[in-house]
């Protein structure tokens, strides 16, 4: 290989076929797996907005790779290049981050032209985990936020969440307490409980209501189960 080669572009003509392929294929594997996310992810962010994020990070990855593999002085300068780049939001539940990694391998393998293996890689592991996904929630009831909002206490907020630690525990298998907010007055607490069957949500919104008939109450449902 002579010197000059090394800074050489390639100029094949089915780099440009290849590329527009891959990025229609790529697009379609990201749609897929925003809707896998939206689907099966207990993750508390807002699911609409953060599946947005996919296309971008696949296709990205993917053009890159597609741009830089011909040419080892292009893969030297992205290494400085992306030495400078700096995240400044933090990915807080691990679940998103595992559909990051996700996304940026399938745009790794398309990158590289893997296509096939690309596919059926990415296809296998949604499967996969779907499975996994469906025989564990079987396993443990239903799994559902509660989020409590209560608004001029005059007690002690300690009193309060004892108070609503007792109730929920009346009707679940078991709780998480997530968040948990005082001030000027204000308690708000977000608690992932596991229940037992649907009748037990109704039991457990009654007697909330009935102790605390000033407060709001929101269930946010992880299941796809229907909406309370």
């Given at each position: 290989m002579?010197?000059?080669?090394?800074?050489?572009?390639?100029n094949d003509p089915l780099l440009i076929g290849n590329l527009l392929i891959n990025l229609l294929i790529g697009f379609a594997l990201a749609v897929?797996?925003?809707q896998h996310f939206k689907m099966y992810s207990s993750t508390l962010s807002n699911r609409d907005e953060f599946v947005l994020v996919f296309p971008f990070v696949l296709l990205t990855t993917l053009l890159i790779i597609s741009i830089v593999k011909s040419s080892l002085a292009?893969?030297?300068?992205?290494?400085?290049?992306?030495?400078?780049v700096r995240f400044r939001t933090p990915i807080k539940e691990p679940e998103e981050l595992a559909y990051l990694f996700l996304a940026i391998s399938m745009g790794l393998g398309l990158g590289a032209n893997q296509t096939i293996a690309t596919l059926v890689g990415g296809i296998t592991i949604m499967v996969l985990v779907t499975i996994f996904k469906r025989s564990n929630r079987d396993n443990k009831g239903k799994n559902i936020y509660l989020s409590i909002d209560m608004k001029d206490?005059?007690?002690?907020?300690?009193?309060?969440l004892n108070r609503i630690n007792?109730?929920?525990?009346?009707?679940?298998?078991?709780?998480?307490?997530?968040?948990y907010d005082v001030r000027s007055g204000l308690l708000e607490a977000t608690y992932?409980?596991?229940?037992?069957?649907?009748?037990n949500l109704s039991s457990l919104m009654d007697d909330l209501k009935l102790e605390y008939p000033e407060a709001g109450f929101s269930f946010l449902d992880q299941n796809q189960l229907p909406s309370i």
């Open positions: 002579k010197p000059e080669d090394i800074f050489a572009f390639s897929a797996l925003a292009l893969s030297l300068g992205l290494v400085g290049a992306l030495s400078i206490m005059d007690g002690d907020s300690k009193d309060y007792a109730i929920i525990s009346k009707h679940t298998i078991g709780s998480d307490l997530r968040r992932f409980i596991d229940l037992p069957s649907m009748e």
